[in-house]
């Protein structure tokens, strides 16, 4: 070997590393020749001197490219291990060529040369420290990208020759095929060829790609494997949104034939990776368009049409389809104020609403408005159905054909399965009957295979039953031109769904605009039509329910006169015996006439005669809570009345003032700060089977003023301590008869209020 001198024990004495690489798999399953051969480099290394523990194999990198050696673990790798000193000598195939880029290899180099480590490849030994090796080096790697590229442009000017020829052969998709003379036909398989032309008249029918994948549920469709094991071989899957796309954009099927639709372009991620990706190119950049090239499945006018519908189908591109929803001008209608597009809220009760989209950026102008939708779609509907002439009946006669076609093409799918099932089992029985008796090995084969091919018989029909009966009856050709003679019945029918109403709007209409209108109760709409001309409406809007059922403006009128000096239950009175009612129609009561005096702001008259007072303010002068005011009153320890309004009146004096400060004294919780402060006694500990009013309440979950209030009433018995501390004789069976009454307490326990307590906010 050339250099061989150049080895030295110093270089032994390290790892050799042989690395091996090929760009793709396919390269490692036919070209075994050459990856036998760069396995063969560890026994040239161990020619060369190193032992055999010493020689390493990294071929992680098989089936990789070598474009970008960032992309590579085992060049990765090879670079680690080279940085850090351990390794002697790298083998390859071709030194130049263990990376497709030449400052991969440069680099590469640059650290060998750093550390010492020698390049080996069948031609001889580089050392990088050697100027003349390392100009070798460069040289050959300089020829051999320069081969590259010379390489790569001939076979890309012969394709492009070829392809403006139309004579490039490439994967077909699904539908087409190559005939023995290399042309372009359609799959003679009529399974194959119904599905594909039951995909696009699906995709006219309904104008949404996803409308088509919910249009073949529970049918299969076509896919023709390209490579791998099922290579050439057709499969059936279910149909995705992707595989509807890829034929409704593919111009193969409108019987064109084109090259470069995709090019590749690279970009460097933060990491230092290079990643290519495909990238579709416009119509105007394709390099050869050939139309009607072959037979194809549409038409190229149709073709457009489809793409034309694919794009009015992207709302991330501006576009607003019609899409599901009650609001019949969604997406085409906007704000005559701001200009603005108005989006359509849809509320809790599933009422829409037209709302200016200002209102999210905070720029709406005074008279931007939003409207309910039925007040706009209820007045350009009738507009739309006046417009329309008997000549547009035609138009649903050509509907109905469609469904009907679309019917026949859906049982005529099953037929074709039917029709391929009964081959197969036909094929299959006349092969058993070929089948001499006495080869019993063979025999049992075919009639295994016999029977399965009569169970997908079986199947196909089975499917083919189902198919029939799923379809609903169609109407008959009479029924449905007196059906379409009346539109507005048409309109309205239950049947006709939410979708099909806005597509027919779009179909003559361009767009619809809210017009300013200082006028609150009123809506100005402008319509502009497809053929240039533009309409204007003036409806009223819709009263929102709760206005519509507010009190008549007589009961308001005569609460505001007789309110201020009538009693709320009188009055009430005086509404029903004028024959006024609610807006409900329910005759006037006590919580009507309080709503209209809120509402209104409506005075009362004095609910408080001369010498009555209110429990807040009793409970003000006494210095107590109003809680201690009503248990008074409850108890019968102080008298109160009720007046207008169920307010309680307390009549009030000295007298009765002395009565309830002495009440306070006495008690037990309340009357603690009028005694005299004197000197606390040490605290003392309760008695056995005794407890404190803390722990009595916190056993029983309730307030310690539940235990206090117990104590004062008697229902609860108690001793005093040093210090003045309650304690309570406490056992099971007192704690069980405080849990009855905390049970058949209307206060204490939540399950037994009659009301439902006040929601604090």
């Not at 392809?163 to 194959?192: C, F, Q």
């Not at 595989?243 to 995709?262: D, E, F, S």
């Not at 169609?474 to 029918?493: F, N, S, T, V």
Request: with cysteine.
């Amino acid at each position: 070997m050339n250099g061989e001198h150049k080895i030295t024990s110093s270089h032994r004495e390290r790892t050799a590393l042989i690395y091996l690489r090929q760009s793709s798999m396919a390269q490692v399953r036919e070209h075994t020749e050459s990856t036998r051969s760069q396995y063969a480099l560890a026994g040239k290394a161990a020619t060369l001197g190193w032992a055999r523990s010493d020689i390493e194999v990294i071929d992680t990198d098989l089936g990789i490219s070598g474009k970008w050696g960032v992309a590579r673990k085992g060049f990765t790798e090879l670079v680690t291990r080279v940085c850090a000193g351990d390794v002697g000598a790298i083998f390859g195939i071709e030194i130049t060529r263990l990376a497709r880029s030449n400052a991969d290899v440069a680099r590469l180099a640059e650290f060998a040369r750093i550390t010492g480590t020698l390049l080996i490849d069948p031609d001889g030994v580089y050392d990088p420290a050697d100027v003349n090796d390392r100009v070798l080096l460069g040289f050959k790697g300089t020829m051999g990208e320069m081969e590259l590229h010379v390489m790569a442009q001939r076979l890309h000017a012969n394709k492009r020759a070829a392809a403006e020829r139309g004579e490039l052969r490439t994967p077909l998709p699904v539908g087409l095929v190559h005939d023995d003379a290399g042309d372009i036909v359609i799959d003679p398989d009529a399974e194959v060829q119904a599905a594909i032309r039951d995909l696009l008249a699906a995709f006219t029918a309904c104008g949404s790609a996803y409308g088509v994948v919910a249009a073949f549920a529970g049918r299969r469709f076509p896919l023709r494997a390209y490579g791998g094991a099922w290579a050439g071989q057709l499969r059936w899957g279910k149909l995705t949104h992707a595989r509807v796309l890829g034929v409704l954009k593919n111009p193969c099927y409108a019987g064109a034939y084109v090259h470069g639709r995709y090019s590749s372009r690279r970009a460097v991620e933060p990491d230092g990776t290079v990643r290519t990706t495909l990238v579709e190119q416009p119509r105007a950049q394709w390099p050869v368009l050939i139309k009607d090239h072959h037979e194809g499945y549409l038409t190229w006018a149709d073709y457009l049409a489809n793409e034309a519908k694919l794009a009015a189908n992207r709302t991330n591109a501006g576009a607003r389809p019609p899409r599901e929803g009650s609001a019949l001008c969604q997406g085409i209608i906007t704000c005559g104020s701001c200009g603005k597009p108005m989006r359509t809220n849809y509320h809790t009760d599933q009422r829409p609403a037209y709302e200016c989209s200002s209102r999210a950026d905070r720029l709406t102008t005074p008279t931007c408005r939003s409207v309910a939708a039925a007040t706009v779609d209820d007045a350009v509907a009738r507009v739309l159905l006046d417009a329309l002439t008997p000549e547009q009946v035609a138009l649903a006669l050509s509907a109905a054909d469609e469904v009907t076609g679309r019917h026949q093409r859906i049982s005529r799918a099953a037929e074709l399965a039917v029709e391929r099932a009964r081959y197969d089992a036909d094929r299959a029985e006349r092969a058993f009957c070929a089948c001499e008796p006495e080869n019993r090995l063979v025999a049992r084969s075919l009639e295994a295979r016999w029977e399965a091919r009569l169970a997908a018989l079986a199947e196909a029909e089975q499917a083919l039953e189902a198919a029939s009966e799923s379809l609903p009856p169609l109407p008959g050709r009479a029924d449905l031109e007196k059906l379409a003679a009346d539109l507005p019945a048409l309109w309205h029918a239950p049947a006709t769904s939410s979708r099909d109403r806005k597509r027919l709007l779009r179909t003559l209409i361009a767009d619809v605009t809210m017009l300013p209108e200082p006028d609150q109760a009123k809506v100005r709409i402008g319509i502009r039509w497809h053929t240039g001309a533009t309409d204007e409406l003036g409806v009223a809007r819709a009263i929102h329910p709760g206005t519509a059922k507010r009190s008549t403006p007589a009961a308001v009128e005569m609460v505001r006169q007789l309110g201020p000096v009538t009693p709320t239950a009188e009055l009430a009175g005086r509404l029903n015996a004028a024959g006024l009612t609610t807006g409900n129609g329910c005759p006037f009561d006590v919580k009507a006439v309080q709503w209209i005096r809120h509402a209104y702001r409506i005075p009362a008259p004095a609910a408080y005669a001369d010498g009555e007072i209110s429990t807040a303010q009793a409970a003000r002068q006494l210095g107590c809570s109003t809680a201690v005011i009503y248990h008074w009153i409850h108890t019968g320890q102080l008298t109160a009345r009720r007046g207008d309004g169920g307010r309680l009146c307390i009549p009030w004096n000295s007298q009765v003032s002395a009565s309830c400060q002495e009440l306070i004294t006495q008690s037990a919780r309340l009357g603690r700060t009028a005694r005299p402060r004197t000197l606390p006694a040490p605290p003392s500990p309760a008695a056995d089977g005794e407890v404190s009013v803390t722990q009595a309440a916190y056993q029983l979950g309730c307030s310690i003023h539940v235990i206090y209030y117990w104590i004062d009433t008697g229902k609860l018995t108690a001793r005093r301590g040093p210090g003045g501390r309650l304690h309570i004789p406490w056992n099971d069976q007192i704690q069980a008869e405080c849990r009855a009454r905390i049970g058949q307490s209307g206060d204490l326990n939540p399950a037994a209020r009659k009301t439902r307590p006040r929601q604090r906010h």
